[in-house]
């Protein structure tokens, strides 16, 4: 079967219903409707619709979704039943915050090794993950073979880090930095910048005031 390319904004959604149908399956709820899941989710019914759409008869009219059966669906697509293993670029503020989270609540993604410069962490274990010199970089990912990195480097060093990654043949880029690195077409780049993000709420905030009655 040819796998179907969905849209972007579809797959960044696809996730945010597989939480929440664990969440519901917990619960032991048995079968939920597009409009319930809209409620829970904030995302509109005719979009969760057509979403769904895309991978074919997930429900039934009249009847709505089995939620053990979509919540099994969206695991094997999003491939929860595999552990992926990812690297940590930079151990400073942000790089430590992550290795204390280390998605607790996945169970199947993990950092497993960080890499950083400075020697007074080099060589030791932070939150169970070991920390190597960044001159190991390249060689200790082609030999745990790990193909996503998260990337916390001041932005004068993204770019050629990024460069380096992929000699290393890493395919997925978690970027924390401000800086736009530029990558081959094969590797997928995901761009987080918190500054952006507050930016953003405080125009909406400041531009976009609810009106009162």
Do not use: C, W
């Not at 009219?61 to 595999?82: A, H, I, P």
């Not at 552990?83 to 790089?95: D, E, F, S």
């Amino acid at each position: 079967m040819v796998e179907k390319k969905i849209p972007n904004a579809t797959a960044r959604r696809l996730p945010i219903y597989y939480r929440y149908l664990r969440f519901l399956h917990d619960s032991g709820k048995v079968r939920v409707s597009s409009t319930e899941l809209s409620e829970a989710i904030k995302v509109d019914s005719a979009t969760i619709r057509r979403d769904f759409s895309y991978f074919g008869a997930l429900g039934k009219r009249g009847y709505g979704y089995d939620v053990e059966d979509l919540m099994n669906f969206f695991s094997k697509t999003l491939k929860q039943d595999r552990l992926t293993n990812v690297a940590l670029i930079g151990v400073g503020n942000l790089g430590h915050a992550l290795l204390n989270y280390n998605f607790h609540q996945s169970n199947n993604m993990r950092i497993s090794a960080a890499f950083d410069i400075d020697q007074e962490i080099v060589g030791t274990i932070l939150s169970g993950v070991p920390i190597y010199h960044m001159d190991d970089m390249i060689e200790q990912l082609k030999v745990q073979q790990i193909e996503i990195v998260i990337i916390t480097i001041p932005s004068s060093v993204a770019q050629a880090t990024a460069d380096r990654l992929v000699e290393a043949n890493v395919k997925g880029i978690l970027n924390f930095t401000p800086y736009r690195i530029s990558v081959p077409d094969d590797v997928r780049v995901q761009n987080v910048d918190l500054t952006n993000e507050l930016q953003t709420l405080i125009y909406f905030l400041d531009h976009y005031k609810p009106t009162k009655d």
